[in-house]
């Protein structure tokens, strides 16, 4: 029976990437991507900037919101000090029992929290349920018109602090126009596009990285 884009990206990391080696699993999804399926990682372009950011911001919580087959997931956490935790929330059931195999390959399964369900219910239970106080870092990169609501829902609910950083994925392509409006407009972000280029290909897209001021 037919298998599905995931489920053959998924094949091509346990074929060609190294077990408890995150970077070969980011190599081999991006070798995958560029020479047989095109896929809506984040990719190797942007990738490098998501790294930089990461590296700088050396947050102990991040959220990512969109985990899809965990590329961005991995490339993260494999960057994070010993006790940070990564938690990301993925919608579909699918997309997420890929992510998790993915996460295991790299070796990462004890820095990450694989959610399932939808942003709008989880946001608000991040407190109770995982003894999140603030989030470091968050990285949007879902549905995109969830881009802006969650952001106010983070804010609502508390869980961004002086200096917590959001770094958004195709603010350009496809776009996020009602989220980048909000971010840049308001008094309580301070914003900075990275242009880059949309995964794999040679179309404009970039990050939007903002700094919420409290
Ligand atoms: O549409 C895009 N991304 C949507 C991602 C959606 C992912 O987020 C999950 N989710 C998790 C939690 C939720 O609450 C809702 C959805 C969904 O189940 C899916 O796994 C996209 C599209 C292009 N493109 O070129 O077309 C390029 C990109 O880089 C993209 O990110
Ligand atoms: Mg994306």
């Given at each position: 029976?037919?298998?599905?884009?995931?489920?053959?990206?998924?094949?091509?990391v346990?074929?060609?990437a190294?077990?408890?080696?995150?970077?070969?699993?980011?190599?081999a999804?991006?070798?995958?991507?560029?020479q047989?399926?095109?896929?809506?990682?984040?990719?190797?372009?942007?990738?490098?900037?998501?790294?930089?950011?990461?590296?700088?911001?050396?947050?102990?919580t991040?959220?990512?919101?969109?985990?899809?087959?965990?590329?961005?997931?991995?490339?993260?956490?494999?960057?994070?000090?010993?006790?940070?935790?990564?938690?990301?929330?993925e919608?579909?059931?699918?997309?997420?029992?890929?992510?998790?195999?993915?996460?295991?390959?790299?070796?990462?399964?004890?820095?990450?929290?694989?959610?399932?369900?939808?942003?709008?219910?989880?946001?608000?239970?991040?407190?109770?349920?995982?003894?999140?106080?603030?989030?470091?870092l968050?990285?949007l990169?879902?549905?995109?018109?969830?881009?802006?609501?969650?952001?106010?829902?983070?804010?609502?609910?508390?869980?961004?602090?002086?200096?917590?950083?959001?770094?958004?994925?195709?603010?350009i392509?496809?776009?996020?126009?009602?989220?980048?409006?909000?971010?840049?407009?308001?008094p309580?972000?301070?914003?900075?596009?990275?242009?880059?280029?949309?995964?794999?290909?040679?179309?404009?897209?970039?990050?939007?990285?903002?700094?919420?001021?409290?």
């Open positions: 029976t037919q298998t599905t884009r995931p489920q053959r990206m998924l094949a091509a346990q074929k060609n190294t077990r408890g080696d995150p970077r070969s699993v980011v190599k999804i991006d070798q995958f991507c560029r047989k399926e095109w896929a809506m990682n984040v990719g190797d372009e942007k990738g490098c900037i998501l790294d930089s950011v990461v590296t700088e911001v050396n947050p102990a991040v959220l990512e919101l969109g985990t899809y087959c965990g590329y961005s997931t991995v490339r993260i956490a494999s960057l994070l000090p010993p006790d940070a935790k990564l938690i990301t929330l919608f579909n059931p699918h997309n997420a029992a890929i992510a998790r195999q993915v996460i295991a390959w790299a070796g990462l399964g004890d820095k990450i929290q694989l959610v399932e369900g939808a942003s709008g219910d989880w946001i608000p239970k991040m407190k109770e349920k995982f003894g999140i106080e603030t989030f470091d968050v990285f990169d879902h549905w995109k018109d969830r881009y802006l609501p969650d952001t106010k829902l983070m804010e609502e609910c508390g869980l961004l602090r002086k200096g917590s950083i959001l770094l958004a994925d195709n603010v392509s496809p776009g996020t126009p009602d989220y980048l409006e909000y971010i840049r407009n308001s309580r972000y301070k914003s900075q596009y990275f242009r880059s280029h949309l995964e794999y290909t040679k179309a404009e897209d970039g990050l939007e990285k903002s700094v919420f001021l409290g």
